[in-house]
Structure formats: structure tokens, C-alpha cells
């Protein structure tokens, strides 16, 4: 199969010189996006980027609304300030609106998929389609970078056109490989203010010393950091600009997050069973053995209800302590949805399950529970700063309100 034609970008001229990467999945998009444009930064490429975080050029934000148009005016103020470089995190509802057909991308990353947004979408196989759309229309001679891992790539590879030079990276906590990596992971391992990724022996592997660091904390993370360095490789960057814009990555707000210590304590953005899933990893791998896990977490309303009792089942699963709470219940019944994660907690063996509707009280109730060598997670919202409750978007901030239980609680 060759490629469709590829999209001129006529309505986007001042991205007719541009080295353009888009990035897409159901998890990490955000922080590869991140860490990508840190290398480009490391590299003295000044770079436009889009996250769910806004835009920015040289990292500094872009006043401008999140539309279509918005976009448009970002980009063009880049490009007359001199940008040549775009990262891009493309959600599935604006592939699904013909995003990838409006504007041409030069590099496609695929980070994982799993289920989310089936109220938007009606099905697995129409979530997929809409990732896919990123893939079938690069152009002849342009990459995609896919998780040799996830076996959805596999299914996008199929799809993809022929005559688009494919680079696959991967992580071993995601399970064997389906395709040969150019870029791999033997082993990732956490601390408390970094991931460090040990690489399998490889030319690409050689050229990056070993190993790759960056100043976020998860597995998760270290499988982005490999998407990133490989798009990265696809530019031509050199490997030493690579290792340093990883090193130097800036926080992504809402992405496990460290706010406190003694607790450890993170804001974290997982909203789906696998991101959970993951999460919940991370908090047991810092805790060690002599602390717990305290994992605050809701579900949203007006959603896909049927990923709940996985999302339950996850937390449940890996948490010693479950604080079952509001997200953003929306129009639906706060207590029907709490109901059913926290049965599935109970379920999947969660000896401590607690419903505690008020978010602010649950994150208090964690909080004053958890023991110094213990780990809090308090996920589903990361950098959001408002909560939907009966049509009404109310200020909340999981950041501000464990901040502010840390000033009232600090020693002195």
C-alpha cells in the first residue's frame, strides 16, 4: 500500500518549511511531547509545542484559545519569531475531525493504547481508527516511531502505507516485543526524583551511552523518554542533545507529580484502568517495604461507564489503602459511580476501601492516614483546576488543596 496524497498545508503556509512531529495515544502524550521538545531545545532548534497544557514556544506559553483557529494564530506567531520546529499532541476526537488531513506531520508517535473515550468514539476498533488517521496520512519517506510493544501498533503497522519508514521502540513492563526495536529498554528503574532507562545493546544504544535519564518518575516515563529519543533520531538530532534535553525535562504538571515528602506525596493524571495501572506501580516502587499505598481516585461522569470496574479493579488490585471520591461526576449520581469502583476495589482485594464524595476530604483523610514512609497518589484530575459537579464547574485544584494540608500540617 503507498500513501495517500500527502495534505499540503494551504491553510497553514508558515508551516511549509517546518519539521513537524505528532504525537499520539491514549497515555503519555503530554510528557513525550515534553521531553521531545526539551531535546529540540538541548539541540538550539527553537520549537513550537502543543500539549493539553497549552501552546508554547521556546517553553514559554502562547495566549490562544484551544480550537482549530487557535492553533493556527500559535503557530503562525511561532513561525514569525523564527520556529522551524512543531511537536503536536493530536487527542483522538481531533484526529477523528480530520486534524492530520488539515496539517502535514513529518513524524508520527504512537505511545500505547487502552481503553478510554468509547462514550466519544462507540468502539475499541473506532478509538483506534481515529489514532490511526496520524499514520495513514504520512507522506512517502516520512517515519512513524511505534511501541513495539503494545499490540496495538501492530494493528497500525498494517494500516500504515508502505512507503512510511517505520522505527519501534519498547519497555519491558508492557510485555514482549511484536517487531525488532531499534531503541529498547533492558530494565527502568525509579527513584524519587528520577527514571532511568538501561538500554538493550544497539547502534542507536551505543550512540546514547547506555542509558537515558529523565527528571520524571515512572516507568511510564521511561517508555515515553524512548519514543522521544527515537523521534529525536529520526530528526538527525545528535545523541548527546538527546540524553542532555532528556536530563534537563521540565516537570509536566499533573503527571505524577511530587508535591511533598513524608509522605511522598503526587498528583497524578491517570484516569483509565492501564494509566492506573501503572501509576499504582510507581507509588508501590517508591514506597518499598516498609510504607504504603494510598491511592485517591474517582471516576468521571457522563463517560464510558464500563471502564470503572476495571479502574476499580486496577487501584484495588495494587493499593493498600483505596480513597474512593469524586472526579468529575457531571450530570451522573456521585455516589452510583463510587459505588462501583468500590466494589471492584473490594473485589480485587483491597482490604482498605474508603468512599469519601468530597474531594477535599479525601485528600485530607489520605493525607493525615498515611505514615512518613508511605506514598500518596491523588489521581484522575493532575493539572486541572476545576471540577464538574451538575452542570457547574467548580474551582478545585488537587495541587492548591494538598499544598495548603501541607502549610496547615508543616512542623513549627
Not at 502535514?104 to 508517535?109: A, C, E, T
Not at 537515558?212 to 527515537?230: H, K, S
Not at 493524571?269 to 491511592?295: D, E, F
Request: with cysteine; aromatic share 6%; proline share 7%.
Amino acid at each position: 500500500m503507498q500513501s495517500p496524497p500527502r495534505p499540503v498545508p494551504a491553510a497553514a503556509p508558515w508551516a511549509s518549511d517546518w519539521l513537524t512531529t505528532g504525537i499520539t495515544g491514549t497515555n503519555g502524550k503530554t510528557s513525550t511531547a515534553t521531553m521531545l521538545s526539551a531535546i529540540l531545545t538541548a539541540a538550539d532548534k527553537p520549537v513550537f509545542t502543543v500539549t493539553t497544557l497549552g501552546f508554547f514556544f521556546r517553553q514559554l506559553p502562547i495566549p490562544s484559545s484551544t480550537t482549530w483557529n487557535g492553533f493556527m494564530a500559535a503557530g503562525e506567531q511561532a513561525s514569525a519569531d523564527g520556529c522551524r520546529h512543531g511537536v503536536v499532541e493530536l487527542t483522538s476526537q481531533a484526529l477523528a475531525r480530520g486534524h492530520a488531513q488539515r496539517f502535514r506531520f513529518d513524524i508520527g508517535v504512537f505511545t500505547n493504547l487502552s481503553r478510554d473515550h468509547l462514550n466519544l468514539h462507540g468502539s475499541p476498533e473506532a478509538y483506534l481508527a481515529a489514532k490511526a488517521q496520524l499514520f495513514v496520512f504520512l507522506g512517502p519517506g516520512q517515519t512513524a516511531v511505534l511501541n513495539a510493544r503494545d499490540p496495538a501498533a501492530d494493528l497500525l503497522d498494517r494500516a500504515i502505507p508502505n512507503d512510511v519508514k517505520r522505527l519501534w521502540y519498547g519497555a519491558p513492563h508492557r510485555g514482549p516485543a511484536h517487531h525488532q526495536e531499534q531503541l529498547a529498554a533492558r530494565a527502568i528503574e525509579l527513584s524519587p526524583t528520577r527514571t532511568t532507562v538501561l538500554l538493550e545493546d544497539s547502534p542507536l544504544a551505543r550512540c546514547l551511552d547506555g542509558k537515558l535519564e529523565v527528571p520524571l518518575i515512572g516507568e511510564v516515563f521511561g517508555e515515553n523518554a524512548l519514543a522521544a529519543a527515537l523521534a529525536a533520531y529520526a530528526m538527525e538530532i545528535d545523541p548527546l542533545a538527546i540524553r542532555r534535553g532528556l536530563a534537563t525535562t521540565p516537570a509536566v504538571p499533573g503527571r505524577f507529580e511530587i508535591v511533598g515528602q513524608h509522605p511522598l506525596v503526587a498528583i497524578d493524571y491517570a484516569h483509565c484502568p492501564r494509566a492506573l495501572q501503572h501509576t499504582c506501580g510507581t507509588a508501590r516502587a517508591l514506597c518499598g517495604p516498609a510504607g504504603q499505598t494510598w491511592i485517591v481516585f474517582g471516576a468521571g461522569g457522563d463517560t464510558d461507564p464500563s471502564k470503572r470496574e476495571p479502574m476499580g479493579m486496577a487501584v484495588g488490585q495494587a493499593a493498600d489503602h483505596a480513597i474512593v471520591t469524586n472526579d468529575n461526576p457531571r450530570n451522573e449520581n456521585p455516589q452510583t459511580i463510587a459505588d462501583t469502583l468500590s466494589r471492584a476495589c473490594r473485589e480485587a482485594g483491597c482490604r482498605h476501601v474508603t468512599t469519601i464524595l468530597d474531594r477535599a476530604a479525601a485528600i485530607d483523610h489520605a493525607l493525615t492516614h498515611a505514615g512518613p514512609n508511605d506514598v500518596v497518589v491523588v489521581a484522575g484530575k493532575g493539572h486541572e483546576t476545576g471540577q464538574i459537579i451538575s452542570g457547574q464547574i467548580l474551582p478545585f485544584s488537587d495541587r492548591e488543596t494538598v499544598q495548603q494540608w501541607l502549610a496547615q500540617h508543616a512542623p513549627g
